[in-house]
């Protein structure tokens, strides 16, 4: 593998305090977050990603994150990378401290003041680069499949449970998102917004009923998960251009 | 220039004699052989000088001089036969010692470790420690010479550039460059002509006017968005440093601020304001 050409921006260990909540912001280089202590979630291209001591992030440049959390202790490292290939970027466990490891020397080099400090930290963010590489082949989230696979967990929620009163919101808040973020990525995956693609579950499971039992309409909105009548055959009505009973007759 | 440092590793063993009477006669290499002491003495002759080396003993002999080592009882080595074309810096012929934190030990434990494995990358890697290792040995042969300028002020700069709306605290900022706050502030004013609370001060402030004149966030959401504590806070410092509020500076075209920022090469100078 060619050698990459990378340089260190910047490598910064904070303490938070509880319950803090950041602004979102653009960093200007690729960034490295590894979280020694505490709790918290980042929030990028409006989804929430969860991590907890011994994970880190790497994000791409020019990324909007804003980070939540509590009581954590996290190390910050900025650094340009430039190579025909791509970096990593995601949410990695450091299952074997490795990663901590290099950061520490790179902290202790930071603070020698001698001589060719500038190349060993170099030499060390190769190192932190080719092992990111090597450990992220077993266990990367990427960003972008973490948005995913987070998007087709809701679906097969909705798709098990369309039958019950669902409170997308309050559903997304118990999974640790908030509505709004969710909403967006939500649409962006899989084309509809939540509520869309809920509903569309539920016109979908009628319609099956419709065609292949006798049950009144009063038992099919119960079984679908609409409020009531009204609310089954207006919702009905505008996905399908005909009532629940039309739609009966005519392919029944 | 660093583009040109070569480095190959030859060889590299980790060896413990029992017992035994070693012998190896005079010879040379084409390439630097280093020899790590580990337990026991080893004797080395090199241009005509003996070597009593004990543990944590380094034996550096460049290319092309004969050496020869010996010794009567167990002893424990590492030994490395590499290439390198000079560029960090020459490497003298030398007996010396590790350091207190055994570096150099470290260094050559990871690339043994790293060469057992075979893991993915770790040609990569091993040469990367190599370079680390190369360094490190000038370190120790140049007596951890202080480096002449204040090299590392440059990362709590690009810092303070890309986190300029967090809450920085500058005494951990210090610190996390083996600093005193007084210390850093002392250096950093001494490079940057402004001490580093000034200078985040600015960054904010640039960001700040950017938003002002490009936006119609209002100045709470403009002050939070660039570290101030509050929107007052940000109303006052605006206002002692340019003498206006940051509403008339917002609503007036023809006003132009200018303000002192650091700048070297990277700098955005398109953050700086311009009237529009």
């Known amino acids: ?252 | 220039m660093d583009d040109a440092v070569f480095t190959h590793i030859e060889f590299l063993k980790h060896r413990s004699y029992d017992n035994e009477k070693v012998v190896v006669p005079p010879h040379n290499h084409y390439f630097y052989e280093m020899t790590y002491v580990l337990d026991g003495c080893l004797y080395t002759d090199m241009n005509n000088k003996h070597y009593e080396c004990e543990p944590n003993s380094i034996i550096l002999v460049p290319p092309n001089v004969a050496h020869a080592h010996n010794s009567n009882d167990r002893y424990e080595v590492i030994y490395m036969g590499f290439y390198y074309n000079g560029l960090f810096g020459p490497l003298n012929q030398r007996v010396f010692k590790d350091d207190d934190e055994k570096t150099i030990l470290r260094l050559l434990r990871q690339m043994l470790e790293e060469y057992d494995n075979t893991e993915k990358y770790y040609e990569n890697i091993c040469g990367e420690l190599q370079k680390i290792f190369i360094l490190n040995m000038l370190r120790l042969q140049d007596n951890n010479r202080p480096s002449n300028n204040d090299a590392v002020l440059k990362y709590a700069v690009s810092y303070m550039q890309d986190h300029y709306y967090d809450d920085i605290d500058m005494q951990e900022l210090a610190k996390s460059l083996g600093y005193s706050y007084h210390h850093f502030r002392h250096i950093f004013k001494e490079n940057f002509n402004m001490p580093p609370k000034q200078f985040l001060l600015n960054q904010r402030m640039q960001y700040a006017m950017r938003l002002l004149r490009t936006t119609n966030k209002n100045i709470s959401e403009i002050s939070r968005n660039c570290g101030f504590s509050s929107a007052t806070r940000f109303i006052s410092s605006f206002k002692a440093l340019f003498n206006i509020s940051p509403t008339q500076y917002r609503n007036s075209d023809t006003i132009n601020l200018d303000i002192c920022i650091f700048s070297d090469d990277t700098a955005d100078a398109d953050l700086r304001p311009t009237a529009q």
């Open chain 1, 1 to 252: 593998m060619k050698d990459p050409n990378v340089s260190m921006k910047f490598l910064f260990e904070k303490s938070r305090a509880d319950s803090y909540i950041d602004n979102e912001c653009m960093h200007s280089c690729y960034e490295l977050v590894y979280c020694r202590q505490g709790t918290g979630y980042f929030c990028f291209n409006n989804v929430n990603i969860p991590f907890k001591s011994g994970m880190y992030v790497v994000f791409p440049p020019s990324s909007v994150i804003s980070e939540s959390g509590n009581l954590t202790v996290c190390d910050y490292l900025g650094f340009e990378y430039e190579y025909p290939g791509e970096l990593s970027c995601g949410l990695f466990e450091d299952d074997r401290g490795n990663i901590l490891k290099i950061i520490e020397l790179m902290q202790c080099e930071l603070k020698k003041h001698t001589d060719h400090s500038d190349k060993c930290l170099e030499s060390y963010l190769k190192i932190l680069i080719y092992t990111i590489k090597r450990e992220s082949e077993n266990s990367l989230t990427p960003l972008s499949q973490h948005n995913s696979n987070l998007i087709s967990e809701i679906k097969s929620y909705f798709d098990r449970n369309y039958d019950k009163p669902i409170n997308v919101s309050e559903y997304f808040a118990s999974i640790g998102y908030s509505y709004h973020h969710l909403r967006h990525s939500f649409k962006e995956v899989c084309g509809f917004s939540p509520n869309q693609y809920l509903m569309n579950v539920r016109i979908e499971a009628a319609k099956r009923l419709l065609l292949s039992t006798d049950y009144t309409l009063e038992e099919i909105y119960r079984k679908c998960g609409f409020n009531s009548v009204s609310h089954f055959v207006a919702n009905f009505k505008k996905s399908t251009n005909k009532t629940p009973t039309e739609f009966r007759e005519e392919r029944g």
